[in-house]
């Protein structure tokens, strides 16, 4: 797809007082609202034309209201805010995956972090994995213009909605109606002493005892709505496979005691992983030019006079990497010579994710994290402490750079000033920590984490995997092993035909999510994919323009709510 680009650049900044309050507003909503939605469904949306949306919507108001109109790169400062809030929101799955091994007693894993410490520890590598990125910029978007869709496709939408109100209302108008019904349905489910809507839908006690039915949420619907047909057929094949196939054949050979959706999930979580692993590292593997291209053609010497300064970087990495590694050593009990290893390990993360990201759309950072999982057993084995913050810090330092380029990319469309987005996701990725260690351990209080609460793939596979490596094969259920191994096979077999088939082989990666995720939640993504395959055979050019902002809006509705929700729970106890 080509997107057209916007090359002048303005001639100040557009860093307004503005603009930045409401960029932080938007940040605190986005890390505030994010953590559930990645923890229910297994990964995160689009967050940044969410942001976008959000931000025209936002400053077009005060507009109205000052009488002063806004300039359409403060909306691309406001997306960027999003963005970066939002990566601080997706490292809640490896919250969540401590806490997934700490109820297991026999792990011996007993961390717990703190507000403070996770507000610390997610700011710390969050704004080292943004200065890390500023030197790449003028290698992967000026000189090699790599395509980065998200952050094409958020700029040329900034640039639609710049265009006046002819075009931005109907959108906007779209996506008010979705938040305002998916709030009141997820209120009518949720927020009532005695709700006027059920949870779920369940056709037998069987059924609801494996999880299986259809919740009443429209946060999953919009999330159909974005991913599409195949990946909702595909996430359908995996519910079929681990919910409806397996139980009662895992009940007839005695492998698991009853058909318990927590007894069955202990079995399937191993070839789910195998899904989701071979996909994912079976796709970097087939981008071995791309891995190989970014070690040689790299260029870090040469700085934009717009970007942040070298000297800044260096100062300010430094001081980043020395309070993380204090903090490791003395929170954490994580040795000064392993966080150094880290953040090699991490800054090398981020070369390969970036270039994946820029030309696939696809960021590759949960699978490489497993690749980091390995290397850490060997430096620190069987620790599953070294194994988890060493991974989990790596994660994050990445996933904040890499992301970091689809605000560039954006930014280079609408003509904004690479030094205020950069500053301004120095900004953000405070406030969206913040907002995840407050948040998250509100989630974690009404709704509950792992089998009896919100069950995020992510997190399955990324404890399950420490638990793999500390305790060693014999510890695996009976077969689980060798179903992982054709899980492994198959999903390497789909990957491979998938560039070429990709209209007629299943996505493993979502097969894996569909064999995780209770399948109460993949019925009505399905029905989103179905709704947006049908809507644009029969209206291609309308369901293009309407349904982003009408899924944003079934997304942030219920997100919303249920962030609100948590926060009245906690402050009762």
């Not at 406030?431 to 709704?447: D, E, F, T, W």
Request: proline letters at 5%.
């Amino acid at each position: 797809m080509n997107f057209s680009q916007d090359q002048q650049t303005p001639a100040k900044s557009h860093l307004t007082l503005r603009a930045v309050i409401v960029s932080l507003i938007v940040a605190a909503m986005t890390g505030a609202a994010y953590p559930y939605i990645v923890l229910k469904i297994g990964y995160g949306p689009n967050i940044s034309l969410v942001s976008a949306f959000f931000g025209f919507m936002a400053l077009a108001s005060l507009s109205a209201i000052t009488h002063k109109k806004h300039h359409r790169c403060e909306v691309n400062l406001v997306q960027t805010a999003g963005t970066a809030a939002g990566q601080s929101g997706f490292m809640c799955a490896v919250l969540a995956a401590f806490d997934m091994l700490k109820q297991k007693p026999e792990l011996g894993f007993n961390i717990e972090l703190s507000t403070f410490q996770i507000f610390i520890w997610l700011s710390l590598t969050g704004m080292l994995g943004v200065l890390l990125a500023v030197p790449l910029r003028q290698h992967y978007i000026d000189e090699e213009n790599l395509p980065f869709a998200d952050g094409a496709a958020a700029g040329e939408t900034i640039k639609v909605l710049d265009e006046g109100p002819e075009k931005a209302k109907p959108r906007l108008y779209a996506l008010s109606f979705g938040m305002m019904l998916s709030a009141l349905v997820t209120f009518l489910r949720d927020g009532l002493s005695q709700p006027l809507l059920p949870p779920h839908i369940a056709f037998n006690k069987t059924l609801e005892s494996l999880k299986l039915g259809s919740e009443v949420s429209l946060l999953s619907i919009g999330s159909g709505l974005i991913v599409g047909l195949r990946v909702g057929l595909s996430m359908a094949i995996g519910m079929i496979i681990a919910w409806v196939i397996a139980p009662p054949l895992l009940v007839q050979s005695h492998i698991v005691p009853a058909l318990q959706f927590s007894q069955v999930l202990r079995w399937v979580m191993w070839p789910a992983v195998g899904f989701l692993v071979s996909g994912g590292l079976t796709a970097l593997i087939l981008k071995w030019k791309l891995v190989i291209k970014t070690f040689t053609q790299i260029k870090t010497n040469q700085i934009g006079q717009k970007d942040i300064s070298m000297r800044f970087l260096i100062i300010g990495a430094s001081i980043l990497a020395i309070l993380i590694a204090l903090q490791h050593q003395l929170f954490l009990d994580f040795p000064v010579w392993l966080t150094i290893i880290s953040l090699i390990l991490s800054f090398v993360l981020m070369l390969i994710g970036t270039r994946v990201l820029g030309e696939t759309n696809w960021a590759p950072i949960s699978s490489m994290a497993n690749v980091m999982q390995l290397i850490y057993h060997g430096l620190a084995p069987h620790s599953i402490t070294a194994n988890m913050i060493g991974s989990g810090m790596s994660a994050s330092v990445a996933a904040n750079g890499e992301h970091l380029m689809q605000d560039y990319k954006a930014g280079k469309i609408v003509g904004s000033i690479n030094r205020d987005l950069t500053i301004m996701q120095l900004m953000a990725v405070p406030v969206g920590s913040l907002a995840v260690a407050i948040i998250y351990p509100a989630l974690k209080l009404k709704y509950g984490i792992g089998e009896q609460g919100l069950t995020s793939p992510i997190s399955l596979r990324w404890a399950g995997f420490a638990e793999l490596l500390s305790k060693g094969l014999s510890s695996l259920p009976p077969g689980c092993l060798v179903a992982m191994i054709v899980a492994v096979l198959c999903g390497t077999l789909m990957t491979l035909l998938e560039p070429r088939y990709a209209r007629y082989v299943p996505s493993p990666t979502a097969i894996g999510i569909g064999m995780l995720v209770p399948g109460q939640a993949i019925l009505p993504m399905v029905i989103g994919g179905l709704i947006q395959h049908v809507w644009h055979k029969k209206n291609k050019a309308q369901e293009e323009a309407y349904n982003l902002p009408l899924s944003s809006g079934f997304i942030a509705g219920e997100a919303i709510i249920v962030l609100i929700l948590a926060i009245l729970a906690l402050i009762k106890n």
